[in-house]
Structures are given as C-alpha cells and as structure tokens.
C-alpha cells in the first residue's frame, strides 16, 4: 500500500506548492480581473438605479460589454429620461464605488450609433455647467457607453453610500475613509492561500473520483481492484487469476455491494438456465471466491439463508 499512497502524496504536495506560488506568478493577472469584474458590478448598479429612477423594476439591464476602456450599458426596453436624472445616477453610482471622478459618458442610439448626448465629469468640473440641463430626450433605444480614465483602478465600494448620494458627500466620505489605513489588499492576500488551496484540493479530489470512473470496467472493491477484461484482481502487490464464471459472479455481488442478491437471480444472470446441477455448483463457486478475497480484510461473502449472498465491503 506504500507503494501506491507515495505518488499520490506527491501529487497533492505538488498542488500544494503551485496553490502559494500561485499569487506571486499571478498577481497582476488576477488584479486585472478582479478589477473588469468590480466594474462591470458597478456598470450593471447605474443601469439598475437608472431604471429605479425611471419607475421601471421589471426590465433587465443586459450583459455589460467591455470595449478596451469603455463599458457598454444596454437595456432590454425603450426609455426617455431626463438628462439631470441621468446625471445624478451616474455620478452618484460611480462616486459611490470609489472610482476616480474623471469619466466620460455617451449615450448613443442602439441602430444608428449615434451620440445623442454625452457628459464629462471630472474633479474640476461644476455639474452646474454640464449640457443639456433640463432638455427631456424622447423614448428611444439607448446604450451608455462609459469611459473611465483610470482603469487600473479597483472599484472600492464607500460604506454608507446610498443612491441619490451627491458628488460632494460622496467625496467627503470618500476623504474620510482615506484617512484610515487600508487593510483591504494584506487581507486579500492572506486569504487568497487557503482558498486558492481549498480550489485546488478540490481539483484533485474531483480529478482523483474522475479517474476512477472513466474505466468502467475496472471495479474498486476494498483495498482492491478488479480488471473485468483481464480477469486480474490485484491487491497491494499481489495478483490473482479469475476464470470466466468467477470474473461473472464477482460482477453480480458487486452491482448491488453491501445489499443481498437472491439465488435464483445469481443463477439466472451466470449460468442461465444449464439444470439443476449448476445450483450445487454455485456454492462451490462462492466458496472459491472467497478463498481469492481472503487476502483483503475488508471484503467478504456472506450467505444469507433462505435468500442468497451478499457480498460486504468495509
């Protein structure tokens, strides 16, 4: 048994190993997604509140798509809205996840792909002076194509922000979080180990179970294994030799393992109908078959009176 533990104890060690290098190879690969997915989160949130603020709570917002450092919003129905309202939603979603306060958004119509109102927010720009104030746009298809101007950036959600929240609030949240140090990336990178290891182990363990299953025609009894094509049963490093009948009747107790199998169904499914002498033979069999068990301490064949054998596998 020492023999067949050692490999796959190395195995496991290998995967361990990977698991905490894993992050030092990876750091920038994983930052860059973990940073597409907080916005994309938050690009899904201003397409959510943008219907909220419209009274719609039954469309969807469709899959946002990503077009190098843009982000495409699109909706499931025609809307009209008010540029002020458009405004405060965007800025207040995009504040509100700590994302740099330089951005652009267009909003274009879905055939024709044209621009039919745009607005930029920056630290030094007055919302006061922002364009089409008050001027409603039609119902139409619209997508929101937003650029962001620091992608590199992580959205980092501010705690106690609402939507409806102004610039200038957020901000001074956001100024205020700023002046307590930060945990957030040691945290992740403590926590990135155990379950980049937990992931792995699975890996291995769902690898392992699969293995196991691709060959249906090898049977996992005990501490040992029989190889239906070669009538070999192999325990630790020992191999013994089945012949025909014995490869089949092992077959039969083992499809319903633990569970007893009548007589008559072990007759039938073996040697079909030969008369009556194969009944006696059928004891002789059960006994040669336990003979070849014997070996594994954790199988055997029990008779079960009046019904038939079981045979039990610890």
């Known amino acids: 048994m020492r023999n067949r533990i050692w490999p796959q104890t190395s195995r496991v060690w290998g995967v361990v190993v990977f698991s905490l290098l894993l992050p030092f190879f990876a750091n920038g690969t994983t930052e860059e997604m973990m940073n597409d997915k907080h916005n ?9 509140e943008l219907l909220n603020c419209l009274g719609d709570r039954e469309s969807r917002v ?5 077009e190098e450092d843009q982000y495409r919003i699109a909706f499931e129905f025609e809307f009209g809205f008010d540029p002020d309202d458009m405004i405060s939603v965007v ?11 330089h951005y652009f958004v267009e909003v274009l119509q879905c055939e024709s792909e044209k621009m039919v109102y745009s607005f930029e927010i920056s630290n030094t720009l007055n919302l006061g002076l922002l364009p089409c104030e008050g001027r409603y746009m039609p119902i139409d298809c619209y997508t929101l194509l937003i650029t962001i101007m620091d992608p590199a950036v992580i959205a980092k959600p501010i705690i106690g922000w609402k939507p409806g929240m102004t610039q200038a609030s957020v901000r001074e949240n956001a100024g205020q979080q700023s002046k307590s140090p930060s945990l957030l990336s040691s945290k992740s990178t403590v926590l990135a180990v155990p379950v980049l290891l937990l992931i792995a182990f699975g890996l291995y363990y769902s690898r392992q179970k699969n293995s196991s299953e691709v060959d249906p025609n090898i049977l996992l009894l005990g501490s040992s294994s029989f190889d239906r094509r070669t009538m070999t049963l192999t325990y630790q490093d020992q191999q013994v030799q089945f012949s025909n009948k014995e490869a089949e009747l092992l077959t039969v107790l083992h499809a319903t393992v633990n569970e007893p199998v009548e007589r008559a169904e072990i007759l039938h499914k073996v040697w079909g109908d030969e008369g009556d002498y194969v009944g006696r033979t059928l004891d002789v069999f059960i006994s040669k078959l336990r003979k070849k068990l014997e070996p594994d301490s954790s199988l055997s064949i029990i008779n079960i009176r009046g019904i038939g054998y079981k045979l039990v596998v610890e």
């Open 62 to 66: 469709l899959p946002i798509e990503r």
């Open 40 to 48: 994309r989160v938050v690009m899904r949130m201003i397409g959510h």
């Open 91 to 101: 800025d207040g979603v995009i504040a509100g996840a700590n994302f740099p306060a």
